[in-house]
C-alpha cells in the first residue's frame, strides 16, 4: 500500500490513440499532452468520443491504467491487452487508485488525478462479457492534464513533489 507521503517510480509501458468513438485503439510511441483537450489525435481532444457529448467531472482529458491489473485478470482467465481498455497509457510501478485528488508527473507532463476509471458496459461490448466486473475498482484512472509536453514510451512516472 502506498501513503501519500510515500515515494515512488513508475514508467510509461504503451500510450493508445482512438481516432473516433469505437475506433481500435493504436500504440504510438509518443503524444502530445492537451491541457484541457486530451492526448492530440484521440477522440476525445477531438470530440469524437463515445462520451464526448455527456459531461463528466474530471474530464476525459486522459486515462492511465496499470500492467500489473492486466497480469492480475490472465490469472483470472481474462486476457485484455492494454490498448482493449480504452486507456490511454499503460504504466508499471505507478499505484493509480492513490493518486484521485493528487498532482503526477508522467514524463515532462504535469497531470492532477480526478477519479477512478469505473468499468462499462461498453467495454464489455468492445471485448467480451465479463471484462467489466473483472475491472471494477480497478480499471484505472481518469485525469486532468496541467501543462502542455508530449509523453513518450518509457517516460518515468512520480509523483509531483
Known amino acids: 500500500m502506498h501513503s501519500a507521503r ?14 473516433d468513438a469505437g475506433a481500435p485503439m493504436v500504440a504510438v510511441p509518443e503524444a502530445r499532452a492537451l491541457p484541457g483537450r486530451g492526448l492530440e489525435g484521440d477522440r476525445y481532444a477531438t470530440g469524437r468520443g463515445h462520451y464526448s457529448p455527456r459531461p463528466s ?13 492486466l497480469g492480475a485478470l490472465a490469472a483470472l482467465d481474462v486476457k485484455l ?14 499505484p493509480l487508485n492513490h493518486l484521485v485528488d493528487r498532482e503526477f508527473r508522467v514524463g515532462e507532463v504535469r497531470l492532477r488525478g480526478t477519479r477512478l476509471c469505473e468499468p ?6 468492445l471485448t467480451r462479457e465479463g471484462v467489466m466486473t473483472a ?4 480499471g484505472g484512472l481518469r485525469a486532468r492534464i ?16
Open 146 to 161: 496541467l501543462s502542455d509536453g508530449v509523453i513518450r514510451v518509457g517516460d518515468v512516472v512520480r509523483p509531483e513533489s
Open 81 to 94: 491487452a492494454a490498448a482493449e481498455t480504452g486507456r490511454n497509457v499503460a504504466t508499471r510501478g505507478v
Open 120 to 125: 462499462c458496459r461498453y467495454l464489455d461490448g
Open 57 to 69: 467531472q474530471g474530464g476525459r482529458e486522459i486515462t492511465l491504467i496499470e500492467t500489473e491489473t
Open 6 to 19: 510515500e515515494t515512488w517510480q513508475g514508467s510509461v509501458v504503451s500510450i493508445h490513440l482512438a481516432p
Open 135 to 138: 475491472l471494477v475498482h480497478r
